[in-house]
């Protein structure tokens, strides 16, 4: 194939990387997992390359955090313009109107026909831990139920509320208390005897058997979910799923929080994932592609709930930093100004097209999925059993590194592999990716059969 975007010209880590990679492994926990075994030297719109010169395209976005692209030339413009006036103040030493313009660019674009306000912070585990302690605050209620297969983060609460237990909270117990875990669709493993339609009944019958045998609902603050779940292998739920348990919420005075950390700013082809459904969340929480890289999160809420806090039981020290913000407002500005929620529906159509044809290729992929551009591929050892095959995945990925294409793995069993490729992404770049991406599986596929 003649590659125009994508061109690795030594062996990975290359020279330069493999001195760097020394260096890392000397000073840096090994706990801190990498990908791509090299390290980068500049990057723009959906390409990298590295400090040897290779290129590559980027079906990663740093885990889904450059929907936008690297470096747009309006969000460095935005940070430019702001590191000359000033870089932090401490929004509760000093306040500033960056925060105030964002803030109020979020409550008008997250779902709910209600007053909203908003809260910023630094991490999206960060924002889900604030949007828990508001949830109890208001409700004055302690226990929270998240779902399997669900990932929230990695601090003491968000790995609790997680439900994959390696590499996340193996050995890293006790976990925080009053924590419980909801069964969630996954509708390619759900039973055959099951449409999916039958499946989220059944899974909904078993949330309401749940309020009987694992906790009394009076006593729930609040349910958090994934609108799609990332981490687990972006496992789409039934609308009628999320509906019923939206609605179980309201019958009970729980709050419903979105976790739309990775789901958020157009990855899906909304704003905000929890569209697709039809429901309007309580509460909401968002990082990643909020702000091209900056590292800033938040929680969206109903006014009401917001302000159960009293103050300053809410913050810290670098919440909503000046830089963050401004570089959140230029991300709304892009989104606006290139279409990138219809751009998203637009790369998700060709992924899928392009998808459907791997599959008819290789008996390798049991599945194939997406919801907007959040699309992945499942491999399995045999497509009746469906038994995973966590072998295949990371050497689709090592191929597909060594082509000069950077994905990611994903998955409850650690076969699937995810793509978060920037929404700037050209239909070239895409089609060049796809292209390689397949090559890689059948490299992958006949090296596991030799």
């Not at 706990?31 to 079906?59: C, H, M, Q, R, W």
């Not at 604030?130 to 669900?150: D, L, P």
């Not at 995810?418 to 992404?425: A, T």
């Amino acid at each position: 194939m003649n590659r125009q975007f994508a061109n690795v010209k030594t062996e990975l880590p290359g020279p330069k990387a493999k001195e760097l990679l020394e260096r890392r492994h000397n000073v840096v926990p090994d706990g801190v997992s990498y990908g791509a075994p090299t390290f980068v030297e500049s990057a723009k719109g959906a390409l990298l390359k590295d400090v040897d010169g290779n290129e590559f395209i980027d079906f990663a976005g740093a885990i889904g955090v450059n929907n936008v692209g690297h470096s747009h030339d309006a969000v460095v413009s935005a940070l430019q313009d702001q590191v000359d006036k000033y870089i932090h103040t401490g929004f509760n030493v000093m306040m500033y109107d960056p925060y105030i313009q964002f803030a109020e660019k979020l409550a008008e674009l997250a779902p709910g026909s209600f007053d909203k306000k908003v809260m910023f912070l630094n991490s999206g585990a960060e924002a889900n831990e604030n949007a828990i302690k508001v949830a109890r605050k208001y409700t004055k209620r302690q226990a929270v139920v998240s779902f399997t297969g669900g990932f929230h983060g990695r601090t003491l609460m968000t790995m609790s509320m997680t439900g994959k237990v390696k590499p996340y909270k193996f050995e890293y117990g006790p976990f925080a208390p009053e924590i419980y875990h909801a069964p969630f669709p996954y509708n390619y493993r759900r039973p055959e005897s099951m449409d999916e339609d039958n499946y989220a009944e059944y899974l909904l019958k078993q949330v309401e058997n749940f309020f009987i045998t694992e906790v009394d609902p009076s006593q729930v603050a609040a349910f958090i979910m994934e609108p799609v779940q990332g981490e687990s292998g972006f496992i789409i739920p039934n609308k009628k799923f999320v509906q019923g348990v939206y609605e179980l919420c309201k019958q009970h005075g729980i709050l419903f929080i979105a976790d739309e950390i990775q789901t958020g700013f157009g990855r899906t082809g909304k704003y905000f994932a929890m569209e697709h459904y039809g429901v309007e969340p309580d509460l909401v929480t968002v990082s990643k592609s909020m702000a091209a890289g900056l590292p800033i999160s938040g929680v969206i809420g109903r006014k009401e709930v917001m302000d159960g806090a009293g103050s300053g039981e809410l913050g810290g020290t670098y919440c909503g930093s000046p830089l963050g913000c401004r570089a959140g407002l230029a991300v709304l500005e892009i989104m606006e100004n290139e279409k990138l929620n219809d751009r998203a529906v637009d790369i998700g159509e060709k992924v899928m097209g392009k998808f459907s044809k791997m599959y008819g290729r290789f008996d390798e992929i049991g599945d194939y999925r997406g919801l907007g551009a959040m699309c992945a591929l499942e491999f399995v050892k045999d497509r009746n059993s469906k038994e995973p095959d966590k072998e295949l995945a990371p050497r689709v990925l090592k191929e597909a590194r060594e082509r000069g294409l950077i994905a990611l793995k994903a998955g409850v069993y650690d076969n699937v592999v995810r793509l978060l490729m920037p929404l700037v992404i050209t239909d070239e770049q895409l089609e060049e990716g796809l292209d390689i991406l397949e090559e890689a599986i059948e490299a992958a596929v006949v090296g596991a059969k030799v």
